[in-house]
């Protein structure tokens, strides 16, 4: 079975363990199909060499591969320390200031206007919560903690929080100039950190311009949590990032709360990527625990676009044993988790295009020697639209534009396929018939669903058919 062969996609991290020619082969080699470039770690040389790996990559495995470019957004960090890292003790004093080296007594942090934000008695967590500490007083910008929960913490670490007080812009002036150094190389996907609501996503839209990309909006806020109706209507798709999400909300709340956000971006048609700590003990170990080979399955089970590997390829001793490992349990999950998938949500579709893809689904599951369903789409909303609807076999989605491939990269088992523009219907169907023939993707004489526009590429998708590969089209 090759890596297509999972109707899951997966995204690997690139960073120091894997920004190498070789590695990047060998994670497209052990499933990734994206590749995230997470803005705020490296230079802007580093993530410009990334970018152009994973260009090389596709260019020697004739797949399309996606790069996704995932700004820093508001987020609070520390300073630097010393000692990096520091411990911190139960009962320590420890102060956030706007400015200056930090040490035992306190740090820096990125944001100096958090002293205006805060109140006496708000909860402020580091590291991802290992670390709690509790506002004392403020006075002159400088807020005074106390230490309730002890442990280490590094240079650059995350300040957690409330995110409703933070008076920090949706995309900040490190937001854009990322952004626009991205969207220059190409970036196909960009992930905004740190949504609060509907208005963020506008705002990042806008920054784009006349250039203009999906969007992914991490959902790791509880005002994004409460907005998520508001967002999932402008955002091309979703995150459930349950690291700042757990330290936002009660940890107990997030395994639910990830099924619901995975039946809402279902329900709308949008692809969903579920993150954070997947195979976390592989960053140091080569093989998973049996709780994360479950977290893994759940993911799959729960009907997630796609999962994420962060650390474990970013910075990780075992980067490719942790993408074959997440490929593996995908594919198992897959082929005998039938019985414990998640339900299709209710068919609500309104709009022809909608109506059609979950007809082409519908005939795919129950006619049962359908090998495949293809589609011709110039803007990959077809192919979305399948991939929603889960059928029981593989998309091929013919798309003219390199960049829409790509951009396709994200949805659950869509293969995109490279396509000419066609004279008419009768040659859409024939360069399809053709495409799944030369590239040994459906044998002569099997069914397949076609789904497409009729004229081609100049209405909605409108025109269903069920096409025998190989014979004559009529």
């Known amino acids: 079975m090759s890596p297509e062969d999972t109707r899951i996609k997966l995204v690997c991290t690139l960073g120091p363990a894997s920004a190498t020619p070789k590695m990047v082969r060998g994670l497209v080699e052990a499933g990734a199909s994206v590749f995230r470039i997470n803005l705020s770690h490296g230079s802007p040389e580093d993530h410009?060499?990334?970018?152009?790996?994973?260009?090389?990559?596709?260019?020697?495995?004739?797949?399309?591969?996606?790069?996704?470019?995932?700004?820093?957004?508001?987020?609070?960090?520390?300073?630097?320390?010393?000692?990096?890292?520091?411990?911190?003790?139960p009962g320590q004093r420890f102060q956030l200031r706007p400015g200056g080296p930090g040490d035992a007594r306190g740090a820096s942090t990125t944001y100096p206007g958090l002293a205006g934000d805060l109140r006496e008695g708000d909860r402020v967590l580091l590291a991802d919560g290992a670390v709690e500490l509790v506002v004392t007083a403020i006075s002159d910008g400088i807020v005074e903690t106390e230490c309730l929960r002890g442990g280490a913490v590094s240079s650059r670490q995350g300040v957690n929080v409330p995110a409703d007080r933070l008076a920090l812009p949706a995309v900040t002036d490190r937001d854009r100039e990322g952004l626009a150094r991205m969207l220059d190389l190409g970036a196909d996907l960009v992930a905004q950190s740190f949504v609060r609501g509907p208005d963020d996503v506008q705002e990042l839209r806008a920054a784009m311009g006349d250039r203009q990309a999906p969007i992914v909006a991490k959902i790791e806020t509880k005002p994004a949590v409460e907005s998520i109706v508001g967002i999932l209507g402008v955002t091309d798709g979703l995150m459930v990032a349950r690291g700042d999400l757990g330290v936002e909300l009660p940890m107990e709340e997030i395994p639910l709360l990830q099924k619901d956000l995975l039946r809402s971006a279902r329900a709308a048609g949008l692809p969903v990527i579920v993150a954070t700590q997947m195979l976390e003990s592989m960053i140091r170990a080569p093989r998973p625990t049996r709780a994360e080979a479950t977290d893994v399955a759940n993911a799959v089970l729960d009907g997630a676009d796609a999962i994420m590997l962060s650390g474990e390829t970013a910075v990780g001793e075992y980067p490719f044993?942790?993408?074959?490992?997440?490929?593996?349990?995908?594919?198992?999950?897959?082929?005998?988790?039938?019985?414990?998938?998640?339900?299709?949500?209710?068919?609500?579709?309104?709009?022809?295009?909608?109506?059609?893809?979950?007809?082409?689904?519908?005939?795919?599951?129950?006619h049962g020697e359908a090998a495949a369903i293809a589609c011709y789409t110039e803007t990959g909303r077809t192919a979305r639209l399948l991939s929603a609807e889960r059928p029981g076999c593989p998309?091929?989605?013919?798309?003219?534009?390199?960049?829409?491939?790509?951009?396709?990269?994200?949805?659950?088992?869509?293969?995109?396929?490279?396509?000419?523009?066609?004279?008419?219907?009768?040659?859409m169907i024939a360069l399809m018939d053709e495409g799944l023939r030369e590239r040994d993707l459906v044998r002569p004489g099997q069914p397949v669903v076609m789904a497409a526009s009729s004229p081609a590429g100049r209405t909605t998708t409108n025109m269903l058919k069920v096409h025998e590969v190989g014979s004559p089209v009529r």
């Open 321 to 366: 044993e942790a993408a074959s490992a997440a490929t593996r349990i995908a594919r198992e999950a897959e082929s005998r988790g039938g019985d414990y998938r998640a339900a299709a949500p209710p068919c609500r579709h309104t709009g022809e295009a909608a109506a059609v893809a979950h007809a082409a689904a519908s005939i795919a599951r129950e």
């Open 48 to 89: 410009a060499r990334s970018f152009g790996l994973v260009r090389e990559a596709e260019a020697g495995s004739g797949r399309a591969l996606a790069v996704l470019a995932d700004l820093p957004g508001p987020k609070v960090r520390l300073g630097s320390l010393d000692p990096d890292p520091l411990r911190l003790q």
């Open 395 to 427: 998309i091929y989605a013919f798309i003219p534009d390199e960049a829409t491939r790509r951009s396709t990269a994200l949805l659950w088992g869509v293969t995109a396929v490279p396509a000419r523009t066609p004279a008419d219907t009768d040659d």
